[in-house]
T-cell receptor
Framework: EADIYQTPRYLVIGTGKKITLECSQT?????MYWYQQDPGMELHLIHY???????EKGDLSSESTVSRIRTEHFPLTLESARPSHTSQYLC??????????????????FGPGTRLTVL | KNQVEQSPQSLIILEGKNCTLQ??????????LRWYKQDTGRGPVSLTI?????NTKSNGRYTATLDADTKQSSLHITASQLSDSASYIC?????????????FGRGTQLTVWP
């Protein structure tokens, strides 16, 4: 089982609250990712990072922000939660290894996810 | 447009039976294709990975096939167990992306009944 952790697992909050979803990995991976997944739908990349002090926006526009101050930690923050933010948020990480990187195929290891409900 | 399409959307089978899930993709250039298993309320876990030159790979009761010419893959599950109930997601990597861009299917929701 992958050593990547997310907290909280479930969160129910009211509109307008600021929240931070935590993600940590102990594998020393440089790359980390945040995905959003709605029931029965595909995962959508919302943020990613190549390493410390690197953050990029993904394919799906998101009002959330991320930071990468330490290799192992990649928190996601919503300044003012809205009902439209209700979703499952999955964190993942991967490493870069010579041949595998050229193939672009390093496995992404996923955390258990945070189920967010905004009332 | 790069896409990954999976069928069926959902499937119910009896314990002990076999089943096959399908994945068609248009991602190009192609790097590899993975099948992930996602239990309810959990993150996806990789089952198999196949590169361009591979056309079959097994992992226990799971066997994946790949036809890179027709851009099709299948996941065959043998002698299903109750614990196989999950969503099975086909994921294709874009070789042309430095990020190793992943394209996800919507998954096939498999339910195994006793």
């Amino acid at each position: 089982e992958a050593d990547i952790y997310q907290t909280p697992r479930y969160l129910v909050i009211g509109t307008g609250k600021k929240i931070t979803l935590e993600c940590s990995q102990t594998m020393g991976h440089d790359k980390m990712y945040w995905y959003q997944q709605d029931p029965g739908m595909e995962l959508h990349l919302i943020h990613y990072s190549y390493g410390v002090n690197s953050t990029e926006k993904g394919d799906l526009s998101s009002e959330s922000t991320v930071s990468r101050i330490r290799t192992e930690h990649f928190p996601l923050t919503l300044e003012s939660a809205r009902p439209s933010h209700t979703s499952q948020y999955l964190c993942a990480s991967s490493e870069i290894r010579g041949g595998a990187e050229r193939e672009g195929g390093n496995e992404q290891f996923f955390g258990p996810g945070t189920r967010l409900t905004v009332l | 447009k790069n896409q990954v399409e999976q069928s069926p959307q959902s499937l119910i089978i009896l314990e002990g039976k076999n089943c096959t899930l399908q994945c068609n993709y248009t991602v190009s250039p192609f790097s590899n294709l993975r099948w992930y298993k996602q239990d309810t309320g959990r993150g996806p876990v990789s089952l198999t990975i196949m590169t361009f030159s591979e056309n079959t790979k097994s992992n226990g009761r799971y066997t994946a096939t790949l036809d890179a010419d027709t851009k099709q893959s299948s996941l065959h599950i043998t002698a299903s167990q109750l614990s196989d109930s999950a969503s099975y997601i086909c994921v294709v990597t874009d070789r042309g992306s430095t990020l190793g861009r992943l394209y996800f299917g919507r998954g096939t929701q498999l339910t195994v009944w006793p």
